[in-house]
């Protein structure tokens, strides 16, 4: 019958994801005619804990390439975007977040832009999709079967017979050097 003790180790006592869809506006010089792309570049991020709750502090450059002029002339504007953003992740039990925790943010899907247009203003509009995921990494404890009883060593027979060595003996020249 085998006993159990507990142990205190570091595993994921936490773990969410979160989908985010955001809209900006860059005001442009001249009147845009036409967004020719629309580029998310240099995603930083990191993680927090704040109160209850995982914050993520991160930033990206937006880089939109337009027409202008009638379609004659091309720009690029580029903006940059600051976001905080706070996650209520679900603690598994027996966890302890008060103690030394990880935070670990991936991005589980990259910022990309998902919509671009021009509004009435001349204004460009842009909508960026991202996904984070995040895990808590701290001390928590569990319990494991412990097994009195040793396992029995296994006999390791040497291949070398009386045969091998008696030819050893035979073909060693005495007189080598």
């Known amino acids: 019958m085998a006993t159990y003790k507990e142990i205190v180790t570091k595993a994921v006592i936490g773990k969410g994801k979160k989908y985010f869809k955001n809209n900006y506006t860059v005001e442009v010089d001249g009147t845009p005619t036409t967004v020719l792309g629309c580029w998310v570049i240099n995603h930083k991020f990191k993680g927090y804990k704040s109160g209850g709750k995982i914050g993520v502090d991160g930033s990206y450059d937006v880089n939109i390439w337009y027409s202008y002029d009638g379609d004659s002339k091309t720009a690029v504007v580029n903006k940059s975007v600051e976001y905080n953003d706070l996650f209520n992740v679900k603690i598994r039990e027996n966890a302890d977040l008060t103690g030394d925790t990880d935070i670990i943010v991936r991005t589980l899907k ?19 999709e991202k996904e984070l995921g995040v895990e808590i990494v701290g001390e928590t404890k569990m319990k494991i079967a412990i097994e009195e009883e040793e396992e029995p060593w296994d006999d390791v027979d040497d291949e070398v017979t009386d045969d091998v060595i008696e030819d050893i003996d035979k073909n060693v020249k005495e007189d080598y050097l």
């Open 110 to 128: 990259q910022p990309t832009c998902s919509k671009v247009n021009i509004d009435d203003q001349g204004n460009i509009n842009f909508d960026i």
